[in-house]
């Protein structure tokens, strides 16, 4: 009998090649050992309610009265919801034709696209138009549609920042374009180099590989670095040599731990350029939800918007957006809430500043204790984590470390990440589903575990990797950059 379409042998290669480290066997061991009973803690995603941030109060008040717009007919209604997330919730449900459960225009409500318009030339100072705009169930959603409009081919290269955030080398596989990786280098910071860039771009074209974008992932994910603004010139003047798209991933431009390097847009810099460059360069942005002090992923809300990209090509991603109908309704009043929050004299302005002040600044603390706690660990080192969500610290591994993990048919830091999530119950993810340079080695962690069981969080970490290391240390020392 012949193979039928969905027989493993006959699927579809692109789907075959697809890896997805932070769903990949980490987690799944991990799954499997909560099922056994074991306390699980999931640091592998960013994912912040999951391990016990509060949702803010607000945003959740007005989409709860949009979810059931008959409480708003309720003469009590006042009682229990304040007054600007009564009249919040008539604003959005005003915007919809037929409430929650109506498919929208398939770029978002216009109104939303609006405010996010306004949110973005507040932060820019210069001014977003809502028709280059378009709303997604998150912005991995948005990431996948643009990254499909631009490959053609194997023969079609992406720039990626490596190490990487596996989206992009998932999607890049599934569409059967081809990743192009370059190096952020870590005794710098996790700092990009111009020169390495060219290089890149040179080596891919030797190959018969069309560089068409680069990535840049702002805070970095895993790295956490933020990009100075003098190093996004560099990148958008590289992108106008090379006539390259630049993506740029800004989920996380909420998420600042330090205050010598803000986060500042790629559109704010490109567009303060001068007409030569500014006009140019094609960028496409994407942000979220599901990250910063909302910290919403399960709602799926992100966007997208485009510079400099012709009329008939947005046409294009409109039509293929159009496929799908509608992005997901109450995702887009989580996105409008983002963007328009609560201002100075509303009722819920002070709650929700406390709130979210709140969480930043545990946050903050918490990104400075991981980095402390895996430094002070034997054979571990780790950069601070000046933005984003997570710690990725370089795990100096043994010679006969190394060995074992062979002779176990398993990557090093796999290994070693195993007899972590044995041992402890902290579900990490390796450092080779980022990529890492060759012979070194690391895990990722979000910093996202409660503040107060940060302390024991890392004492048994420490534990493991002190035992770990003194069962595997020899004479021959460690893996080292």
Request: hydrophobic share 35%; proline share 7%.
């Amino acid at each position: 009998m012949a193979p039928r379409a969905l027989d493993y042998e006959s699927l579809n290669e692109n789907v075959k090649k697809v890896q997805y480290a932070v769903r990949g066997e980490l987690y799944l061991r991990a799954s499997e050992l909560q099922k056994e009973g074991k306390k699980i803690i999931f640091t592998n995603v960013g994912n912040p309610h999951a391990l016990g941030q509060k949702p803010l109060t607000f945003p959740r008040q007005v989409v709860a009265l949009c979810q059931a717009p008959f409480l708003l007919d309720d003469p009590n209604v006042g009682l229990f919801f304040p007054a600007d997330a009564i009249a919040k919730a008539k604003h959005y449900l005003a915007m919809t034709i037929g409430g929650l459960g109506a498919y929208t225009d398939s770029r978002g409500m216009p109104g939303v696209r609006k405010e996010v318009a306004d949110f973005i030339e507040r932060r820019d100072g210069y001014p977003s138009d809502p028709e280059l705009i378009f709303l997604t169930d998150g912005a991995s959603k948005g990431v996948m549609q643009i990254l499909n409009t631009i490959i053609r081919g194997e023969s079609d290269g992406i720039l990626v920042p490596v190490p990487q955030y596996p989206l992009y080398s998932a999607a890049i596989s599934l569409f059967g374009g081809s990743l192009v990786p370059y190096f952020l280098e870590e005794t710098a910071n996790w700092g990009l180099d111009v020169n390495d860039l060219r290089q890149s771009v040179a080596q891919a074209r030797s190959k018969g590989i069309t560089v068409r974008a680069m990535v840049i992932i702002n805070p970095g994910n895993p790295t956490g670095q933020c990009l100075s603004e003098a190093n996004l010139r560099e990148i958008l003047h590289f992108c106008y040599q090379e006539n390259l798209v630049l993506l740029g991933d800004e989920v996380y431009q909420q998420n600042i731990y330090q205050d010598e390097r803000p986060f500042i847009s790629a559109r704010k810099v490109l567009l303060g350029m001068g007409p030569r460059v500014s006009k140019e360069v094609q960028l496409i942005s994407f942000h979220t939800v599901s990250k910063g002090y909302w910290g919403e992923c399960g709602q799926r809300g992100g966007y997208f918007e485009m510079t400099n990209i012709p009329p008939k090509t947005v046409d294009e991603i409109y039509k293929v957006a159009s496929v799908s109908l509608s992005p997901n309704v109450p995702a887009q009043i989580f996105m409008g809430l983002m963007v328009n929050p609560p201002k100075p004299g509303d009722i819920s302005y002070e709650q929700f500043i406390r709130e979210s002040k709140g969480i930043l600044e545990s946050l903050r603390r918490r990104a400075r204790m991981m980095t402390d706690g895996f430094n002070s660990c034997r054979n571990v080192i780790c950069n601070f984590t000046e933005g984003a969500m997570y710690s990725f610290p370089q795990i100096r591994l043994p010679p006969k470390a190394i060995d074992a993990a062979k002779r176990a048919g398993k990557v090093p830091d796999v290994f070693y990440c195993l007899k972590l999530l044995e041992a402890t119950g902290i579900s990490t993810v390796p450092g080779s589903g980022f990529g890492q340079k060759e012979g070194v080695f690391h895990l990722r962690t979000t910093i996202l575990p409660a503040e107060e069981d940060m302390p024991e969080i890392m004492d048994s970490f420490k534990k493991f990797n002190d035992e770990f290391m003194e069962q595997y240390e020899g004479r021959g020392g460690y893996s080292r950059l």
